[in-house]
């Protein structure tokens, strides 16, 4: 039979057979990374989506024999740190994924590795601590210690020293902490006026899932959030006993506790599906763990399986009403230009650009889409060893929004726009600021 030489096909991406024995297995780990690393040097086609794909092409072409076989398997692991797991090689460039026969699933392999690494103990200390958003988000946002954490972050002098100690770039560009957390100053209820109408697959209710950063970081966001969908005639409640999504742990390879986030959230989103709701998270990888990810890490589990049907993207949602005529498209303000960049996590979803459709319905916007990656993920961007790299990956999307010649920019995930921003401000010497595209929604209401 003919291997095909590539797949036209939508990626069917395979579940994560990651409580097996051979999961961890290091010399079938090594085995199929060398497999694909040999594929993956013959296509090339992913060398400008992040730095994995330079470092083994590097690796190989450095070595005695031009090809995989030549490269000490001791390197590999060089290519697995590089990877902060966008999917976008897997999901918007990869001819091999499943279907096709040679069943190559880049991002879940170097997933597989990082597992591994985890396993045998193979992973910084900071690495650790870093990705723990719930203990250290909590304790960072109280009264005093919120106020500490961002002088120490403004300051150059104890940024050095934080890149000698820990290992956090002095000029990464790192989130603000509120002394409060959103879940602890709104109501759980933010009723819209009056009754909740149905329509497609949604309900006319949402339980927002605030997540870490909306909680403790970017509460503006989830406040324009529930007065943009109020303003359209949906309820809403606020989660706000649920705990992190887990994808910072997934990144770090820790998949166990991912589990137990899964197992500490389902819970409550069950109560609220039950409760005639459906559920929407402000932050792209919160919207992906529990679309995609969970339900190949858990694909037996009927009910991460129920949570992913009723799980929704904000842009998403809206453009679901809109499509049901539900949607008020009386908008007060214009946006002018409008350079909006695509999360990688919103892109490997597949539901198509519904920010862009839905600003591009607010008169007078024109809406600029930059879908390149933004380089920052959870924490490769703040990391002394990878914030340089980042900033290359960074820079084309930088380039595009001052080609626009913006009067607004952001991106749907606030961390991207925060990088986007960072980049901006160093190439122009003066203040840059993203604005989440729901808050640009708020502002074109006028409300």
Known sequence: MAIREGSLEAPDRQ?????????????????????????????????????????????????????????????????????????????????????????????????????????????????????????????????????????????????????????????????????????????????????????????????????????????????????????NGVSVTLLQDAKCCGMPKLELGDLNKVAQLKDANLPVFLQAIDDGCDIIAPIPSCVLMYKQELPLMFPGDSSVQKVAERFFDPFEYLMLRHKAELINTDFHHSLGKVAYHVACHQRVQNFGMKTRDFLQLIPDTEVTAIERCSGHDGTYAVKAETYDKAMKIARPVVRRVKEAEADTFGSDCPMAGRLIAHGLQQDQQGEAQASHPISMVRKAYGI
């Open 15 to 231: 579940p994560i057979d990651w409580q097996s024995d051979q999961f961890y297995d290091k010399e079938a780990l090594y085995g199929e990374l060398e497999r694909v690393f040999d594929i993956c040097h013959g296509c090339r086609r992913c060398v400008s989506l992040c730095d994995s794909f330079p470092t083994l092409f590097d690796l190989v072409d450095e070595s005695d024999t031009f090809e995989v076989d030549g490269v000490d398997k001791d390197d590999y692991m060089k290519v697995v740190d590089q990877c902060f797991l966008c999917d976008l090689c897997a999901e918007t460039k990869c001819p091999y994924l499943p279907p096709h026969e040679w069943a190559v699933d880049f991002p879940h392999l170097m997933l597989r590795a990082k597992a591994y690494k985890f396993q045998q103990q193979d992973t910084a200390w900071r690495d650790r601590l870093i990705t723990s958003t719930d203990p250290i988000f909590d304790a960072i946002s109280t009264p005093g210690v919120a106020g500490l954490a961002n002088a120490a972050a403004a300051s150059k002098p104890l940024r050095r020293l934080g890149e000698k100690l820990a290992g956090l770039h002095a000029d990464a560009p790192l989130p603000h902490f509120e002394s409060r957390a959103l879940s602890k100053r709104l109501p759980a209820a933010q009723p819209a006026d009056g009754a909740p109408t149905a329509g497609g697959r949604t309900t006319g209710k949402v339980a927002i899932y605030i997540t870490c950063y909306g909680d403790h970081n970017e509460p503006q966001v989830v406040e324009d959030l529930i007065a943009v969908l109020n303003h």
